[in-house]
């Protein structure tokens, strides 16, 4: 294993028992800028009670957010039945995380995805059979009428890493209010990731801030170029 990788996989781990760790001290002086989920809860100034998790994968983010926002209900969707079932097992001492196997989109379906030998990588943005290592079906669902189906009608955080598939999820939502959101984003044009400024463009249009960009990548041939990141948008009305 990669040394680098070692120590920055330690250092995190240290950085996220500092943020856990319930000191005031830790509380009011831990900088901005470094972890989303603090600094969205310094900015709320109050404890969300619904989240969802689009691409949860195996759960490892619905558990960092279960930690911080211990009364948050947490609706995780993973739609590939493996990595779902890691997911179930991996969060099942939590009752507040709720894992669901469905992928999020604008309309409801059922999907042909091929699947990579790296579970994170999977994307409905992919058509392509090479180096897949099988294929599933998948069903396809929007958020608002699961939600609406449920009688909930606002989301206070949606985070969404579904590998370039974030605008279908987000046009998916148009019927429900979301207070808080969390996606992944590109520098660089490419099928597995949605572009900084068009994501700009539509959150500044439906009244987002945003308020931080996290867990900066970089260009693996070219250290210069920023790859992608992690973007926090907040609805304005909620930095007033």
């Given at each position: 294993?990669?040394?680098?990788?070692?120590?920055?996989?330690?250092?995190?781990?240290?950085?996220?028992a500092?943020?856990?760790?319930?000191?005031?001290?830790v509380?009011?002086?831990?900088?901005?800028?470094?972890?989303?989920?603090?600094?969205?809860?310094?900015t709320?100034k109050?404890?969300?009670?619904?989240?969802?998790?689009?691409?949860a994968?195996?759960?490892?983010?619905?558990?960092?957010?279960n930690?911080?926002?211990?009364?948050?209900?947490?609706?995780?969707?993973?739609?590939?039945?493996?990595?779902?079932?890691?997911?179930?097992?991996?969060?099942?001492?939590?009752?507040k995380?709720?894992p669901?196997?469905?992928?999020?989109?604008k309309?409801?379906?059922?999907?042909e995805l091929?699947?990579s030998?790296?579970?994170?990588?999977?994307?409905?943005?992919?058509?392509?059979?090479?180096?897949?290592?099988?294929?599933?079906?998948?069903?396809?669902?929007r958020?608002?009428?699961?939600?609406l189906?449920?009688?909930?009608n606002?989301?206070?955080?949606?985070?969404?890493?579904v590998e370039g598939?974030e605008?279908?999820?987000l046009?998916?939502?148009?019927?429900?209010e979301i207070?808080?959101?969390?996606?992944?984003?590109?520098?660089?044009?490419?099928?597995?990731?949605?572009?900084?400024?068009d994501?700009?463009?539509?959150?500044?249009?439906?009244?987002?801030?945003?308020?931080?960009?996290?867990?900066?990548?970089?260009?693996?041939?070219?250290?210069?170029?920023?790859?992608y990141?992690?973007?926090?948008?907040?609805?304005?009305?909620?930095?007033?």
């Amino acid at each position: 294993m990669n040394w680098k990788y070692l120590i920055g996989k330690n250092l995190s781990k240290l950085d996220s028992a500092i943020v856990n760790s319930g000191y005031s001290f830790v509380y009011n002086n831990y900088p901005f800028g470094r972890n989303w989920m603090f600094d969205l809860k310094k900015t709320l100034k109050c404890d969300p009670t619904l989240i969802v998790d689009a691409g949860a994968n195996i759960g490892s983010v619905s558990k960092e957010l279960n930690n911080f926002f211990r009364k948050a209900t947490i609706f995780s969707f993973e739609p590939v039945k493996s990595t779902f079932n890691l997911l179930v097992e991996k969060t099942k001492a939590s009752s507040k995380i709720i894992p669901i196997q469905f992928a999020l989109a604008k309309s409801v379906d059922r999907f042909e995805l091929f699947l990579s030998s790296e579970n994170t990588i999977n994307s409905l943005k992919s058509k392509q059979e090479n180096d897949s290592i099988g294929k599933e079906i998948i069903q396809i669902i929007r958020l608002d009428n699961f939600l609406l189906d449920k009688n909930l009608n606002k989301v206070d955080v949606l985070k969404i890493d579904v590998e370039g598939f974030e605008f279908e999820v987000l046009k998916g939502c148009e019927n429900i209010e979301i207070d808080c959101i969390l996606l992944e984003v590109g520098y660089e044009r490419e099928s597995t990731k949605v572009h900084f400024s068009d994501v700009e463009i539509y959150m500044e249009e439906r009244g987002y801030q945003l308020c931080g960009i996290y867990e900066i990548m970089r260009n693996l041939n070219d250290k210069r170029k920023i790859a992608y990141s992690n973007n926090l948008y907040i609805k304005k009305e909620l930095l007033l």
